[in-house]
Nanobody
Framework: VQLVESGGGLVQAGGSLRLSCTAS????????MGWFRQAPGKEREFVAA?????QYDDSVKGRFTIFRDNTKNTVYLQMNSLKPEDTAVYYC??????????????????WGQGTQVTVSS
């Protein structure tokens, strides 16, 4: 299984970025997909996840949108109105269950390598 993220970069506060994560080696439609982030010196934290429904951390609600295209084995994270506190390495992850969305990172089996998002003030 391989998850490959792309789309990170440097953006000014108030700007937008779209992250992509393409999966291979698994039956993509059968997996819950999540986005997590980790800032320097902090633990990895939940950002958003999608099964047939979506769930967001309160810190990104109304600004970030997670969506998936099962025909392309890809999950996206559209990030708008970015803030400096959104600066982190963003990871996508896969969990082999389509039931209730779970947020702890240790519930997800497969992980990408991460992509850096830096928001300048």
């Amino acid at each position: 299984v391989q998850l490959v993220e792309s789309g990170g970069g440097l953006v000014q506060a108030g700007g937008s970025l779209r992250l992509s994560c393409t999966a291979s080696g698994l039956t993509f439609s059968g997996y819950a997909m999540g986005w997590f982030r980790q800032a320097p010196g902090k633990e990895r934290e939940f950002v958003a996840a999608i099964t047939g429904r979506t769930q967001y951390d309160d810190s990104v609600k109304g600004r970030f949108t997670i969506f998936r295209d099962n025909t392309k084995n890809t999950v996206y994270l559209q990030m708008n109105s970015l803030k400096p506190e959104d600066t982190a390495v963003y990871y996508c992850a896969a969990r082999g269950a389509l039931g209730a969305i779970v947020t702890p990172p240790n519930k997800y089996t497969y992980w990408g390598q991460g992509t850096q998002v830096t928001v300048s003030s």
